[in-house]
T-cell receptor
Protein backbone atom coordinates (compact mmCIF):
# COMPACT_ATOMS: atom_id res chain seq x y z
CA UNK A 1 0.00 0.00 0.00
CA UNK A 2 1.13 3.52 -0.67
CA UNK A 3 1.00 6.51 1.63
CA UNK A 4 2.20 10.09 1.79
CA UNK A 5 3.19 12.16 4.81
CA UNK A 6 3.54 15.90 4.59
CA UNK A 7 5.37 17.35 7.57
CA UNK A 8 3.75 20.54 8.78
CA UNK A 9 0.16 21.46 8.04
CA UNK A 10 1.11 25.16 8.01
CA UNK A 11 4.34 26.80 6.90
CA UNK A 12 4.98 30.53 7.05
CA UNK A 13 7.85 32.30 5.29
CA UNK A 14 8.77 35.87 4.54
CA UNK A 15 8.67 37.17 1.00
CA UNK A 16 12.02 36.44 -0.64
CA UNK A 17 12.87 33.60 1.74
CA UNK A 18 13.44 29.96 0.86
CA UNK A 19 10.36 27.77 0.65
CA UNK A 20 10.74 24.14 1.79
CA UNK A 21 7.72 21.85 1.96
CA UNK A 22 8.43 18.32 3.10
CA UNK A 23 6.99 15.12 1.70
CA UNK A 24 7.83 11.52 2.54
CA UNK A 25 6.22 8.57 0.84
CA UNK A 26 5.81 4.86 1.23
CA UNK A 27 5.46 2.59 -1.77
CA UNK A 28 6.07 -1.08 -2.44
CA UNK A 29 6.76 -0.40 -6.12
CA UNK A 30 8.79 2.36 -7.80
CA UNK A 31 6.61 5.42 -7.37
CA UNK A 32 5.51 8.28 -9.48
CA UNK A 33 5.50 11.45 -7.37
CA UNK A 34 3.64 14.71 -7.80
CA UNK A 35 3.22 18.12 -6.25
CA UNK A 36 -0.03 20.01 -6.77
CA UNK A 37 -1.05 23.51 -5.71
CA UNK A 38 -4.56 24.61 -4.75
CA UNK A 39 -5.84 28.15 -4.41
CA UNK A 40 -8.99 28.74 -2.33
CA UNK A 41 -12.16 27.21 -3.76
CA UNK A 42 -10.36 25.96 -6.84
CA UNK A 43 -9.18 22.67 -8.23
CA UNK A 44 -5.63 21.36 -8.11
CA UNK A 45 -2.94 22.40 -10.55
CA UNK A 46 0.12 20.29 -11.23
CA UNK A 47 3.39 21.94 -10.19
CA UNK A 48 5.76 19.14 -11.13
CA UNK A 49 6.13 15.39 -11.32
CA UNK A 50 8.76 12.68 -11.10
CA UNK A 51 8.35 9.49 -13.08
CA UNK A 52 11.77 8.23 -14.13
CA UNK A 53 15.14 9.70 -15.03
CA UNK A 54 16.61 12.82 -13.48
CA UNK A 55 15.86 12.99 -9.79
CA UNK A 56 15.81 16.79 -9.65
CA UNK A 57 12.59 17.94 -11.23
CA UNK A 58 11.79 21.51 -12.17
CA UNK A 59 8.24 22.74 -12.30
CA UNK A 60 6.21 25.85 -12.89
CA UNK A 61 6.52 29.11 -10.97
CA UNK A 62 10.14 28.44 -10.01
CA UNK A 63 9.46 25.34 -7.89
CA UNK A 64 11.58 22.22 -7.93
CA UNK A 65 11.70 18.94 -6.08
CA UNK A 66 14.26 16.19 -5.64
CA UNK A 67 13.44 12.51 -5.51
CA UNK A 68 15.62 10.80 -2.90
CA UNK A 69 14.98 7.08 -2.91
CA UNK A 70 17.19 6.37 0.09
CA UNK A 71 15.23 8.85 2.18
CA UNK A 72 11.84 8.12 0.54
CA UNK A 73 11.43 11.85 0.19
CA UNK A 74 10.24 14.31 -2.44
CA UNK A 75 10.58 17.75 -0.85
CA UNK A 76 9.41 20.85 -2.69
CA UNK A 77 11.58 23.96 -2.74
CA UNK A 78 11.64 27.45 -4.17
CA UNK A 79 14.63 29.77 -3.62
CA UNK A 80 12.62 32.95 -3.12
CA UNK A 81 9.00 33.11 -2.01
CA UNK A 82 6.53 35.45 -3.65
CA UNK A 83 3.24 36.64 -2.21
CA UNK A 84 1.42 34.80 -5.00
CA UNK A 85 2.83 31.48 -3.71
CA UNK A 86 0.43 31.56 -0.77
CA UNK A 87 -1.76 28.49 -1.29
CA UNK A 88 -2.15 24.90 -0.18
CA UNK A 89 0.27 22.34 -1.56
CA UNK A 90 -0.35 18.63 -1.89
CA UNK A 91 2.16 15.85 -2.42
CA UNK A 92 0.85 12.70 -4.12
CA UNK A 93 2.13 9.28 -5.08
CA UNK A 94 0.95 6.68 -7.54
CA UNK A 95 2.19 3.31 -8.64
CA UNK A 96 4.89 3.68 -11.24
CA UNK A 97 5.91 1.36 -14.04
CA UNK A 98 4.32 -2.01 -13.63
CA UNK A 99 1.70 -0.72 -11.27
CA UNK A 100 -1.84 -1.83 -11.84
CA UNK A 101 -3.54 1.50 -11.49
CA UNK A 102 -2.90 5.18 -11.60
CA UNK A 103 -4.80 6.32 -8.54
CA UNK A 104 -3.16 9.19 -6.76
CA UNK A 105 -2.72 8.93 -3.01
CA UNK A 106 -2.52 12.39 -1.47
CA UNK A 107 -0.93 13.79 1.63
CA UNK A 108 -3.02 15.98 3.90
CA UNK A 109 -1.63 19.18 2.48
CA UNK A 110 0.55 22.05 3.67
CA UNK A 111 -0.82 25.55 3.74
CA UNK A 112 1.86 28.07 2.81
CA UNK A 113 1.62 31.65 4.07
CA UNK A 114 3.93 34.37 2.75
CA UNK A 115 4.53 37.44 4.91
CA UNK A 116 5.43 40.77 3.31
CA UNK B 1 -10.04 24.47 -24.74
CA UNK B 2 -9.58 20.99 -23.34
CA UNK B 3 -10.34 20.43 -19.72
CA UNK B 4 -12.63 19.14 -17.03
CA UNK B 5 -15.89 20.85 -16.19
CA UNK B 6 -17.66 20.34 -12.91
CA UNK B 7 -21.11 21.68 -12.23
CA UNK B 8 -22.58 23.24 -10.28
CA UNK B 9 -19.87 25.13 -8.41
CA UNK B 10 -22.06 25.41 -5.31
CA UNK B 11 -24.83 23.01 -4.33
CA UNK B 12 -27.17 22.97 -1.40
CA UNK B 13 -28.98 19.84 -0.32
CA UNK B 14 -31.65 19.18 2.23
CA UNK B 15 -31.16 16.24 4.51
CA UNK B 16 -32.58 13.06 3.02
CA UNK B 17 -32.18 14.17 -0.59
CA UNK B 18 -30.01 12.63 -3.25
CA UNK B 19 -27.98 15.03 -5.37
CA UNK B 20 -25.89 14.47 -8.48
CA UNK B 21 -22.64 16.27 -9.25
CA UNK B 22 -21.67 16.54 -12.87
CA UNK B 23 -18.19 15.97 -14.30
CA UNK B 24 -17.38 16.19 -18.00
CA UNK B 25 -14.00 16.02 -19.73
CA UNK B 26 -12.92 16.58 -23.32
CA UNK B 27 -9.33 15.44 -22.86
CA UNK B 28 -10.04 11.97 -24.29
CA UNK B 29 -8.87 10.44 -21.01
CA UNK B 30 -9.79 6.88 -20.18
CA UNK B 31 -9.63 7.23 -16.39
CA UNK B 32 -11.78 9.45 -14.21
CA UNK B 33 -11.85 9.94 -10.45
CA UNK B 34 -13.91 11.50 -7.70
CA UNK B 35 -12.23 12.85 -4.58
CA UNK B 36 -13.66 14.37 -1.45
CA UNK B 37 -11.76 17.15 0.32
CA UNK B 38 -12.27 18.13 3.94
CA UNK B 39 -10.14 20.69 5.82
CA UNK B 40 -6.94 19.11 7.10
CA UNK B 41 -7.72 15.73 5.54
CA UNK B 42 -6.28 16.05 2.09
CA UNK B 43 -8.09 14.36 -0.78
CA UNK B 44 -9.76 11.01 -0.32
CA UNK B 45 -10.76 8.80 -3.22
CA UNK B 46 -14.48 8.02 -3.53
CA UNK B 47 -14.75 6.15 -6.84
CA UNK B 48 -12.69 5.75 -9.98
CA UNK B 49 -13.23 4.40 -13.46
CA UNK B 50 -10.59 3.30 -15.92
CA UNK B 51 -12.92 2.41 -18.76
CA UNK B 52 -16.49 2.98 -19.86
CA UNK B 53 -19.11 0.88 -18.06
CA UNK B 54 -16.68 -0.07 -15.30
CA UNK B 55 -15.80 1.57 -12.00
CA UNK B 56 -14.30 0.68 -8.63
CA UNK B 57 -14.82 1.84 -5.08
CA UNK B 58 -12.19 4.01 -3.50
CA UNK B 59 -11.48 4.46 0.19
CA UNK B 60 -14.75 6.20 1.14
CA UNK B 61 -17.41 4.94 -1.29
CA UNK B 62 -20.18 4.39 1.25
CA UNK B 63 -23.14 6.67 0.59
CA UNK B 64 -22.05 7.50 -2.94
CA UNK B 65 -22.79 6.05 -6.38
CA UNK B 66 -21.40 6.68 -9.87
CA UNK B 67 -21.97 5.71 -13.48
CA UNK B 68 -19.72 5.73 -16.53
CA UNK B 69 -21.93 5.38 -19.58
CA UNK B 70 -19.78 7.65 -21.72
CA UNK B 71 -16.05 8.22 -21.81
CA UNK B 72 -16.53 11.95 -21.30
CA UNK B 73 -18.85 11.82 -18.29
CA UNK B 74 -18.56 10.50 -14.73
CA UNK B 75 -21.42 11.82 -12.56
CA UNK B 76 -21.37 11.32 -8.79
CA UNK B 77 -24.56 10.88 -6.78
CA UNK B 78 -24.47 11.70 -3.10
CA UNK B 79 -27.22 9.64 -1.55
CA UNK B 80 -29.16 10.11 1.66
CA UNK B 81 -27.06 7.29 3.11
CA UNK B 82 -24.03 9.58 3.23
CA UNK B 83 -24.17 10.86 6.80
CA UNK B 84 -21.82 13.80 6.45
CA UNK B 85 -21.93 14.99 2.85
CA UNK B 86 -20.88 18.60 3.36
CA UNK B 87 -17.50 18.85 1.62
CA UNK B 88 -15.63 20.02 -1.45
CA UNK B 89 -15.79 17.46 -4.26
CA UNK B 90 -13.14 17.25 -6.97
CA UNK B 91 -13.31 15.34 -10.21
CA UNK B 92 -10.16 14.38 -12.09
CA UNK B 93 -9.14 12.50 -15.19
CA UNK B 94 -5.97 10.95 -16.53
CA UNK B 95 -4.65 8.80 -19.31
CA UNK B 96 -3.78 5.22 -18.45
CA UNK B 97 -0.57 3.39 -19.10
CA UNK B 98 3.06 3.76 -18.17
CA UNK B 99 4.04 7.29 -17.23
CA UNK B 100 0.59 8.67 -17.85
CA UNK B 101 -0.73 8.99 -14.35
CA UNK B 102 -0.79 12.78 -14.11
CA UNK B 103 -4.31 13.76 -13.12
CA UNK B 104 -6.08 16.88 -14.33
CA UNK B 105 -8.65 18.40 -12.00
CA UNK B 106 -11.90 20.26 -12.35
CA UNK B 107 -12.67 23.39 -10.34
CA UNK B 108 -14.69 21.51 -7.76
CA UNK B 109 -18.23 21.50 -6.39
CA UNK B 110 -18.89 22.67 -2.85
CA UNK B 111 -21.81 20.75 -1.39
CA UNK B 112 -23.56 22.01 1.72
CA UNK B 113 -26.34 20.24 3.58
CA UNK B 114 -28.93 22.66 4.93
Amino acid sequence: AQSVTQLGSHVSVSEGALVLLRCNYSSSVPPYLFWYVQYPNQGLQLLLKYTTGATLVKGINGFEAEFKKSETSFHLTKPSAHMSDAAEYFCAVSEGYGGSQGNLIFGKGTKLSVKP
Amino acid sequence: DGGITQSPKYLFRKEGQNVTLSCEQNLNHDAMYWYRQDPGQGLRLIYYSQIVNDFQKGDIAEGYSVSREKKESFPLTVTSAQKNPTAFYLCASSMTGQGNTEAFFGQGTRLTVV
